[in-house]
T-cell receptor
């Protein structure tokens, strides 16, 4: 159980285009999902907390107009990187926390490797 | 000062040996603690939660020391498949369940 999928796993796009990444909880409902990015040999950095049915909460320094998050259902959150630039190239990982149950464990998707040329 | 600090390693461990490492955290309000493992270019996978009384899961033992604000992970009888980066994760209940990650401790188990 507690499987999270992410799509696409890898994407290469040209500078100035937008890229949408999907995060799905496959066998549980997730009121809250999280979006992270990770640079090589660095820790995961939380970008935003995605709450079903409400606006996402962004961490300091993360541009909400550049990284659009939509959490339209209890099993799906999307991250859209708008007008991507080479510095946005990174490993983007989502996680989901199971609704109820009293557990704070997060289950991670397999990540999306974005390369902007 | 980072909120969660780990020795980056690498810890080079002969197969079958025991390895242990710590993680310190700065926020005394931290309530929940986890160890995740991350393989190269993969997502983190939950290894174990860390409970106040300490807990064991097979060859893995986790301890929490609230007074000194650190958690530890001990791996017994190391296997080659234990080679990975181990991420310390701390959560405070006043941060809506957000995780604070350490940068990870790399463990390399050698034959």
């Amino acid at each position: 159980g507690a499987v999270v999928s992410q799509h696409p796993s890898r994407v290469i796009c040209k500078s100035g285009t937008s890229v949408k990444i999907e995060c799905r909880s496959l066998d549980f409902q997730a009121t809250t999902m999280f979006w992270y990015r990770q640079f090589p040999k660095k820790s995961l950095m939380l970008m935003a907390t995605s709450n079903e049915g409400s606006k996402a909460t962004y961490e300091q320094g993360v541009e909400k107009d550049k990284f659009l998050i939509n959490h339209a259902s209890l099993t799906l959150s999307t991250l859209t990187v708008t007008s991507a630039h080479p510095e946005d190239s990174s490993f983007y990982i989502c996680s989901a926390r199971q609704t109820g149950g009293g557990s704070y464990e997060q289950y991670f998707g397999p990540g999306t490797r974005l390369t902007v040329t | 000062r980072k909120e969660v600090e780990q020795d980056p390693g690498p810890f080079n461990v002969p197969e079958g040996a025991t390895v242990a490492f710590n993680c310190t955290y700065s926020n005394s309000a931290s309530q929940s603690f986890f160890w995740y493992r991350q393989d190269c270019r993969k997502e983190p996978k939950l290894l174990m939660s860390v409970y106040s009384s300490g807990n064991e899961d097979g060859r893995f033992t986790a301890q929490l020391n609230r007074a000194s604000q650190y958690i530890s992970l001990l791996i017994r009888d190391s296997k080659l498949s234990d080679s990975a980066t181990y991420l310390c994760v701390v959560m405070t209940t006043d941060s809506w369940g957000k995780f604070q990650f350490g940068a990870g401790t790399q463990v390399v188990v050698t034959p």
